[in-house]
């Protein structure tokens, strides 16, 4: 009797309910978070571990091949938000439009590179941009008279390729995104829009774009912490984590690097503290902007 | 309201999945720049499934091997069936679980850290070796006992390799990765209008590097094609400096006791000849940074080198990328900077060790010393994994070094145990990995060597300096 009055209570049906979510969130999210944090403050040793206070941290700040990985995940990142919000949508609204034909074929196109693993296209990407004369882009560019260039050794023309990877890889799913935002506008505006004569432009600048704002947010917050994050496109395109002068280190490459292949592990969580942060720091300043904590909106 | 506590949720839980997307990323794949022997395997490894076989007899005693590469595996399963048929009364059963590289050697330092969960016997990537050896008797059983039996004809250099700070053996080893000069006699007899044995007769004249630049300037010039080189210097990878330190009898990762030091005399004197070379049209650049990536492959296979060092577990690379070239390459001892110096030095490797956990820790190491060290194991280590065995009493042994139905033997010019056997075990030279060899190996190939081969008047002293800057950092 018991035991049915417990199933049947509506007051903790719910959290039977979220229970295992709850418990995988405090077991995978929650404890390796805090654990990592105490971490970051130790000298993890082989057989034991020393508290060392901020001498952690301390050595972040002086660390110049932490500072290159920061600078070139920034950039990455801020890249990526360039290059894969803009085009995304639009790729979404001439989807949803009368204008292509054989939308589905369209779709699957655009979306099929993310379901292949990034070890096998990295590695294809990395063949593509050898900077041995039968490379793909070594083959264009010099058909076009511009010569062979050493892709993967130059600042430049390194990020330009993992760009090129990111772009291949993400733009199918950020169109998607935007696509079931543009599903869940109200035909009825448009509509509205056209017996007050408005043109396409005028439809998309005061309808479409408010309307998707709340996707927009979205998916600019998740672009933030997947540019900041990137570490295996990198790794891929390099061959590994070393990349000439560290133009292809990120932040979780340079965590890696220390955490793995040196096995200092405080040092790593320092580093991954610091990544915390900073995609913290950008998110909330991002969603501060965009007014998702203003109060009285739904 | 319930937007903002939504938000506050979405982005706490964000951040936390940033830790964890780290930890699945890293698993995906490692690879050290030491590990240039295994680099492929582990690339190979890094997306494949667990893969867990069990071998030998199921009454005997129970075994757990973890290793990164399933043909280690399968190696210990053969040995295995052969050790029970030799010993009726003690049979072994083991289960060999190939793991990811990544996987399997965070897995191991977790278990060997938390005392608990670790196998009996485990692969270790030379690369990753000083991290599991740091616990030195607590986490693994010294193999000195059990080698003793081998040790007289052990390759010295390979069994150093995998010693602890106190001394004694942790690791047994699969191969010496001896370092050799690859020569491409059918190009270079064409260039030179010279016959094949003609070709090699001068090959083997060559006894230092200033020989080794009259040779190549021969053939240069017999070419006439200035888009041709007859070698390539690395930017990815330390061979030639490796290479060199062995040659001088150098170490800059000073052992155990002594602060690294990269500033030595015998790696300005390769990093000179080095930009001298590039200077003169001698040597390019490896396009992609060293020859074991696809790009070195394409660049060997148009005869834009025709000759460069490396370890001898760059032949499978031969039978594997490049079958068309059989039978134009021929092997030779390195160069040297003074006659009587040592030829070779051991590249890459894994070590197996048997740790304190095993609950036969007894039968575990004698069973991996005579599965990596017998006649018998060494035999088979030949035969199916390809590497150049570390123990030497084969190496003139007419029935196994001069076998024609191995693909090596049947691929190169001349036997390759040969060439092992001129060199002599003592000739091969030995860098210590340590735990400090990560930060030099790293520093030098994303930054120096970028620095002065790319540039060949950029300053070498300058770029040292600032290598030796950044290794002190961190010592």
């Known amino acids: ?24 969130f405090f077991f995978f999210w929650v404890y390796p978070l805090i654990t990592a944090f105490t971490m970051s403050f130790q000298d993890i040793g082989a057989i034991k571990s020393d508290w060392v206070g901020f001498a952690n941290y301390a050595k972040l700040l002086k660390d110049n091949v932490f500072h290159i990985a920061v600078w070139n995940s920034v950039k990455y990142m801020f890249f990526t938000l360039v290059l894969l919000i803009p085009f995304p949508m639009l790729f979404a609204v001439l989807l949803d439009s009368n204008l292509v034909k054989a939308k589905g074929v369209w779709k699957a196109i655009l979306y099929m590179p993310a379901l292949t693993s990034v070890v096998i296209s990295g590695t294809l990407f990395r063949l593509m941009f050898t900077e041995y004369t039968t490379g793909q882009m070594n083959m264009i560019t010099a058909a076009l008279g511009l010569g062979t260039y050493k892709w993967l ?39 509205a829009a056209d017996i007050d004569g408005a043109t396409g432009w005028q439809k998309f600048k005061y309808v479409t774009l408010p309307l998707l704002k709340p996707t927009t947010v979205y998916v600019l917050t998740i672009s933030v912490y997947a540019g900041l994050a990137m570490f295996l496109e990198s790794y891929m395109l390099w061959a590994g984590n070393s990349s000439p002068n560290n133009i292809g280190l990120t932040i979780v490459g340079y965590l890696y690097k220390r955490g793995i292949e040196k096995n200092d592990m405080g040092y790593a969580c320092a580093v991954g503290v610091v990544l915390l942060v900073v995609a913290l720091i950008i998110n909330f300043a991002q969603l501060i902007v965009n007014g998702t904590f203003k109060k009285g909106e739904d | 309201m319930k937007k903002k506590l939504i938000s506050a949720l979405l982005c706490t839980s964000m951040a936390a999945s940033l830790f964890v997307g780290c930890g699945g990323a890293a698993s995906e794949g490692g690879v050290d720049p030491d590990a240039a022997a295994t680099d492929e395997e582990a690339a190979e490894s890094a997306e494949s499934e667990v893969v867990t076989n069990t071998f030998g007899d199921p009454n005997g005693t129970h075994l757990e091997m973890w290793t ?53 016997i485990c692969d270790v990537e030379v690369g990753q070796f000083p991290n599991v050896v740091e616990g030195l008797d607590q986490w693994l059983v010294p193999l000195n006992d059990y080698a003793k039996d081998y040790l007289d004809t052990m390759v010295p250099a390979r069994m150093e390799t995998y010693q602890g700070e106190d001394g004694n053996y942790y690791g047994a080893p699969y191969h010496v990765g001896a370092t050799v000069m690859y020569y491409n006699v059918a190009a270079m007899s064409e260039a030179m209008g010279l016959s094949q044995d003609e070709v090699i007769a001068k090959i083997d004249a060559v006894k230092t590097w200033k020989d080794y630049e009259a040779l190549g300037n021969e053939y240069l010039t017999a070419l006439g094609d200035d888009t041709k080189y007859f070698t390539s210097v690395d930017t990815g990878g330390v061979d030639w400096l490796w290479l060199a330190m062995a040659e001088y009898g150098d170490d800059w990762t000073g052992g155990f006791d002594k602060p690294a030091n990269v500033q030595l005399d015998s790696v300005k004197e390769m990093l000179t000849m080095q930009q001298s070379w590039l200077k003169s049209g001698f040597a390019m650049v490896s396009p992609d940074g060293h020859v074991d990536l696809e790009a070195g492959f394409q660049n060997i296979m148009d005869r834009n080198i025709v000759s460069f060092p490396k370890a001898m577990w760059y032949m499978s690379r031969f039978t594997n990328y490049m079958p068309d070239e059989k039978g134009n390459w021929y092997i030779a001892k390195c160069p040297v900077f003074k006659e009587g110096q040592k030829c070779s030095v051991g590249i890459g490797g894994t070590g197996t060790v048997v740790t304190q956990q095993s609950a036969n820790k007894e039968l575990a190491a004698e069973f991996t ?43 190169f010019i001349n036997y390759p145990y040969d060439v092992l056997s001129e060199i002599g075990m003592d000739n091969i030279g030995k860098i210590s990995v340590v735990s400090i060899s990560p930060t030099i190996n790293e520093y030098l190939c994303t930054t120096t060597l970028n620095e002065v081969l790319e540039d060949p008047d950029y300053s070498i002293d300058d770029a040292l300096q600032e290598a030796q800057d950044a290794i002190d950092m961190e010592q």
């Open chain 2, 68 to 120: 990164f590469v399933e043909l280690h595996g399968q190696h210990y399963g053969v040995m295995a069936e052969e050790w029970n048929k030799e010993h009726p009364d003690n049979t072994i059963e083991i289960t060999c679980t190939t793991y990811p590289y990544g996987d399997m050697h965070t897995k191991l330092l977790t278990a060997l850290e938390a005392g608990t969960g670790a196998p009996d």
């Open chain 1, 1 to 24: 009797m018991k035991i049915k009055n417990f199933l049947y209570s509506q007051k903790v049906a719910p959290y039977v309910f979220v229970l295992p979510f709850i418990l995988s």
């Open chain 1, 153 to 191: 050794k130059m600042g430049w023309s390194g990020m330009l390729a993992l760009l090129i990877v990111a772009c291949w890889r993400w733009t199918g799913v950020n169109m998607l995104y935007f696509l079931s935002g543009l599903k869940s506008i109200d035909t009825s505006l448009y509509e």
């Open chain 2, 369 to 411: 010393c005579w599965a990596k060290m017998s006649e018998a194991g060494e035999q088979h280590i030949w035969d199916t994994l390809g590497f150049d065995v570390c123990n030497t009493a084969l190496w003139g042994d007419e029935a196994f070094a001069h076998d024609d139905n191995n693909q090596y033997n049947q691929f």
